[in-house]
């Protein structure tokens, strides 16, 4: 009997050893520029919640490699793989140290209600060139979508990522 359990105990450590030494491939995705992107400007924050309108909480992660402080102008659009998008047109008060190096800043902001999120752009038009570490986008009816950037965005383009692509077949697929 012995020696069985010391056989299990052999493979046992060979089959972590195997899996434990194997390279599992990481896949970063880094943000891509948009020059085709165009914001729903029809659909963006408004002041209230109406009735098809839902609330987000958006955390933007200022990185430590920015700029002390910054003048630039930020916009922000997100959304779904269904068409439904949320336009903010500027999110930064150079009076009030929105967007200072190493800094967390939370906006709350309202729009139409979306399916989860699956892409995110940032817009910046300045001088200063302001660097985003991450963007969090908080609603109560998913779980929340973070898309980390820690990359310098580009004067005067739409900048981000879209994870899309197949959302909507797989969602579909697995619903049947």
Not at 15 to 39: A, C, L, M
Not at 61 to 73: A, L, Q
Request: with cysteine; net charge negative.
């Amino acid at each position: 009997m012995k020696s069985v359990g010391s056989i299990l105990l052999f493979f046992f450590s060979c089959y972590i050893i195997t899996v434990f030494s194997q390279t599992i491939p990481i896949t970063t995705h880094q943000p891509q520029p948009n020059q085709s992107f165009k914001p729903n400007q029809t659909q963006h924050q408004t002041a209230g919640a109406g009735s098809s309108s839902c609330s987000y909480t958006v955390v933007i992660k200022t990185s430590c490699n920015s700029p002390s402080y910054t003048g630039d102008r930020i916009s922000l659009s997100f959304g779904d793989a269904y068409g439904y998008q949320v336009y903010v047109p500027r999110l930064d008060d150079p009076y009030s140290g929105t967007f200072e190096r190493c800094s967390t800043d939370t906006f709350d902001v309202y729009g139409p209600c979306t399916y989860p999120i699956c892409y995110l752009y940032l817009y910046r038009t300045g001088y200063d060139g302001w660097i985003p570490e991450s963007v969090t986008v908080y609603t109560y009816n998913y779980q929340p979508a973070t898309f980390y950037y820690n990359t310098y965005i580009p004067n005067g383009i739409w900048y981000g990522f879209d994870f899309c692509r197949g959302y909507v077949s797989s969602t579909t697929t697995s619903a049947l």
